[in-house]
């Protein structure tokens, strides 16, 4: 949105600066999220009472009405609606009257390609690959909000890449609503696999990292063809959410602990120096000390390298947010706190394996006296005493590994 401005002969600026016009790119995956969107929303236009504001996106999507109570707000636009942003604006601008555009989502049934962006980072950019989600977990809000499946055409995807390749990037992470539905929209077979092998081939580009996927995609077919790709990052991020059957099934997820333990196995012995990392929601309603427990030893079972633990919070309009047995905020909070505590012990331990060894760094930027990068299964790494640090951002460079220090791994150049 902030590009489309730019190219129609807009200024941007920053948010804590005075502006013409604010647009509020709100989120509404909690009920936090959503007071926040309501705050900033009144901060900007403290800032300049004459503003437009403009409220776009998830938040206004699902709930327009929370929004069209806001006296500050000009403009409500749903989340199909920020591609003709600056058409909204100036339709404002000259006609002096509230808009609310909010096209029904669930109908939407192509992607909405925004085409090429630029990029500000040097190193690693974000590809989206496509939007929406048709799982309905019973937690999750982001259905309502971005619609069903809707995947990026292959070339689309591609181009964009080549282009920013060719302004020196090294690594795309492939992201989107859930990537393990790529493709599925397409109704040709076409899959996450095609999309991947296509990247692959892409001249120059170093590293492909997926971000979040569904556990159940990891199959012995999609190994044995994601094996053959050479720039595929080490680095899975399986999101489990709960290691108890029981839980699994309030939250709608569609596997079962053992599932999940063998897709693990096989990314195991398909990559042997491969980071696990997931997301786990403790406090989920009615989980029991003992779903607790058997979520506790699961995770212990598995050691994944990170782990992102999250307590659950109630959001509005879903089905967990009417569910009996809400589990207390101070059970919540132990329960979150033995989780970290073991997700600080297993990561340690998954560093050490690689103390004395050899890797392949690609560094990003300089810390104070260090340069820091990732290798491809997301270790942090960072080397210090080179003439000139600055140097080394955007290469891939051997590092010999010496020692731990904090959470990152600290050696000297090959
Ligand atoms: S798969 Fe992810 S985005 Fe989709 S409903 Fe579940 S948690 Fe939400």
Not at 29 to 55: E, F, G, H, L, Y
Not at 85 to 103: A, L, N, P, R
Not at 122 to 148: E, M, N
Not at 328 to 340: A, G
């Amino acid at each position: 949105m902030l590009q489309k401005f730019v190219e129609a002969g807009y200024e941007a600026v920053s948010f804590e600066e005075k502006a013409d016009i604010y647009v509020i790119n709100t989120c509404t995956v909690t009920n936090m999220s959503d007071k926040k969107s309501r705050q900033i929303i009144r901060r900007a236009k403290c800032k300049n009472k004459n503003s437009i504001i403009a409220a776009v996106g998830c938040y206004a999507q699902v709930a327009k009405k929370d929004l069209e109570n806001i006296p500050e707000i000009d403009l409500v636009l749903g989340t199909n609606e920020k591609n003709n942003i600056v058409k909204y604006i100036e339709e404002y601008i000259e006609e002096k009257k509230d808009v609310e555009e909010i096209s029904d989502v669930m109908n939407q049934k192509e992607f909405l390609d925004f085409g090429s962006i630029t990029y500000t980072e040097k190193t690693r950019a974000v590809i989206k690959v496509q939007d929406g989600c048709d799982r309905f977990c019973s937690y999750c809000i982001i259905p309502y909000a971005r619609g069903r499946v809707r995947s990026r055409r292959i070339e689309s995807i591609v181009n964009e890449i080549e282009k920013i390749v060719n302004k020196g990037i090294k690594e795309v992470v492939i992201t989107g609503i859930h990537v393990a539905s790529y493709g599925k929209d397409f109704k040709d077979g076409t899959s996450l696999i095609d999309l991947l092998e296509a990247i692959n081939q892409i001249d120059r580009l170093e590293r492909i990292r997926l971000s979040s996927i569904e556990p159940t995609i990891i199959t012995k077919e999609f190994l044995e063809r994601l094996v053959k790709l050479n720039k595929v990052c080490e680095h899975f991020h399986l999101s489990l959410q709960s290691g108890c059957d029981q839980t699994l099934k309030r939250m709608n997820r569609r596997y079962s602990t053992s599932d999940f333990e063998k897709c693990t196995e096989l990314l195991r012995k398909a990559y042997p120096n491969v980071a696990l990392t997931t997301d786990v929601i403790v406090g989920f309603p009615g989980e029991t000390e003992e779903e607790f427990n058997k979520t506790y030893n699961f995770l212990d079972k598995i050691k994944f390298y990170q782990m992102h633990i999250f307590k659950y919070s109630q959001r509005k309009g879903t089905k967990a947010a009417e569910m009996e047995n809400q589990v207390l905020p101070q059970i919540k909070e132990e329960r979150s706190k033995k989780l970290i505590n073991l997700s600080e012990k297993n990561e340690i331990e998954f560093l050490n394996k690689f103390i004395n060894k050899e890797l392949s760094v690609l560094f990003e930027q300089t810390e104070g006296e260090y340069c820091v990068g990732h290798t491809s299964n997301y270790l942090r790494v960072g080397v210090k005493n080179i003439k000139d640090l600055k140097s080394l951002e955007n290469t891939i460079r051997n590092v010999n590994v010496q020692k731990i220090e904090k959470d990152i791994l600290i050696g000297s150049l090959k």
